[in-house]
């Protein structure tokens, strides 16, 4: 399985690619930053970031997409630069029909880290560790987007299932009517 | 002059086209609203009012898109879904090289019925006298919308003007230092 992770903001739109499986050795495909100087509109910056996702997404072919979950308690002053960012990765994914997951930064922390409340420094260390790299992937950004990645490959198979669960009770609760 | 006005939201997206220019008589081309179910995910939402504003786009050519302007301060329950309508919006505006215009709602208030404060109810109103129509367009979004173009074109001789001097400012400072 193939996993194009994005940390999804206005000014660095951090992007990750992972290759593996449960109880597989992950492996580094891809890491990368999409920078748009603030000079630029938001438009314009939109467009860009829209162009790096699309032309990761061409050359790296994933089977799914796992983005940040925003959400609106975060600081107001690049909430919602970062929404409309994470809304163009979700087009660029759903355009093509991939499967699109949102995982919270303390989800991510908790599955690269075992820690929900880790900071930057220690998600760093894990990302570099679980993809056996010789030094933590710069910036920040880089390394939230392959821990992104990571946390979807790993969580994949127990969301499934869950969500097939809850698919069927619902179809359950359907027919029970 | 023919303008683009989209009042973005997630579950109702409100868009007017309205030809017409400073000094003369303006004209309802078209009226709208683009409807996603909330039972969609939200990546499937953006791309279908994607599709939207692509249609109108290439079925009326407007000259320029105006596009409500989103503060973070707004409903925060509703305010990341409208962010990133508005920032689909601006992205098929600008993939096209339209060019974008964001007015807060109280500009639009303020334009076209003199009173930045006016209630939905009024603005209505407005637009139906200034675009002569038999009754006010529904829903509200709709009415907000064209509410929008009408603005643009009103504010957009004085606009373009300030927009100028402050482009012949910045150079002038620029070859100053």
Same mark, same amino acid.
């Given at each position: 399985m193939r996993v194009l992770g994005i940390d999804p903001g206005l000014t660095r739109c951090g992007t990750g690619v992972v290759d593996g499986g449960l109880g597989r050795p992950l492996r580094l495909v891809d890491v990368g930053v999409i920078r748009t100087p603030s000079e630029w509109s938001v438009a314009e910056r939109l467009v860009f970031i829209e162009k790096g996702i699309e032309a990761r997404l061409d050359e790296h072919r994933p089977d799914a997409v796992a983005i940040e979950r925003i959400f609106?308690? *975060?600081?107001? *002053?690049t909430i919602m630069g970062t929404a409309q960012a994470a809304g163009i990765a979700m087009v660029c994914a759903a355009r093509r029909g991939l499967p699109i997951a949102l995982h919270t930064p303390s989800e991510v922390k908790a599955a690269v *880290?075992?820690?929900?409340?880790?900071d930057k420094a220690q998600v760093g260390a894990m990302v570099t560790r679980i993809l056996r790299l010789d030094q933590a992937p710069k910036p920040a950004d880089a390394a939230d987007a392959l821990a992104l990645a990571i946390t979807h490959i790993w969580r994949g198979g127990a969301q499934a299932r869950i969500d097939a669960a809850l698919a069927a009770a619902g179809t359950a609760r359907k027919a029970a009517r």
């Open positions: 609106a308690r *975060s600081d107001v *002053s *880290s075992g820690n929900g409340r880790a």
